[in-house]
T-cell receptor, first 114, second 115 residues
């Protein structure tokens, strides 16, 4: 079993729809939970990060973490064609003195159709 | 502030050859991490350098190596290339990061094709 599981999609939605992206994980040592967005031919860029269970909102984006279920979600409201990209979840844990390591999901490719 | 830059952007090599990729972090960032991204395995951590020392390593064979210079610029080397090494290699830099969260900023990547 991989430490982080993410449905690769692809996911296609009409403009204005609410998008739900999810990841599950197995390692309780993960402390930070992140969502990255990656456009074609670009490197990933950080959208949001959370530390504890609960919700965090930033504009049209809401990140949700449920540590008891080892489940994280990203919701996109009023989706726009410019949201079309691959979304990767990532989780961070300590990996030795003064160091940490990120583990990524495989990414979900999202297309928002005008 | 200039972002993370990686050179070259595209590279084609033959099996058995070796390759060196370069990464220039954001000014002031001392931590540089390298990742391999493939459709099958996704984004996988290779190693991290901080102040010229490798302080973390992923599960890749010894053919993958790296180094960091005093100006924080980093290089990674892959020797005896295999077809399976074809991937997008991403470099990310950050200020540091232990208990506090510091964002990693990714470069655009180097697309390596091994034939």
């Amino acid at each position: 079993q991989k430490e982080v599981e993410q449905d690769p999609g692809p996911l296609s939605v009409p403009e204005g729809a609410i998008v739900s992206l999810n990841c599950t994980y197995s390692n309780s040592a993960f402390q930070y939970f992140m969502w990255y967005r990656q456009y074609s031919r670009k490197g990933p860029e950080l959208l949001m990060y959370t530390y504890s269970s609960g919700n965090k909102e930033d504009g049209r984006f809401t990140a949700q973490v449920d540590k008891s279920s080892k489940y994280i979600s990203l919701f996109i409201r009023d989706s726009q064609p410019s949201d079309s990209a691959t979304y990767l979840c990532a989780m961070r844990r300590r990996s030795g003195a003064g160091s940490y390591q990120l583990t990524f999901g495989k990414g979900t490719k999202l297309s928002v159709i005008p | 502030k200039a972002g993370v830059t990686q050179t070259p952007r595209y590279l084609i090599k033959t099996r058995g050859q070796q390759v060196t990729l370069s990464c220039s972090p954001i000014s002031g960032h001392r931590s540089v991490s390298w990742y391999q991204q493939t459709p099958g395995q996704g984004l996988q951590f290779l190693f991290e350098y901080f102040s010229e020392t490798q302080r973390n390593k992923g599960n890749f064979p010894g053919r993958f190596s790296g180094r960091q210079f005093s100006n924080s610029r980093s290089e990674m080397n892959v020797s005896t290339l295999e077809l399976g090494d074809s991937a997008l290699y991403l470099c990310a830099s950050s200020l540091a990061g232990t208990e506090v969260f510091y964002e990693q900023y990714f470069g655009p990547g180097t697309r390596l094709t091994v034939t």
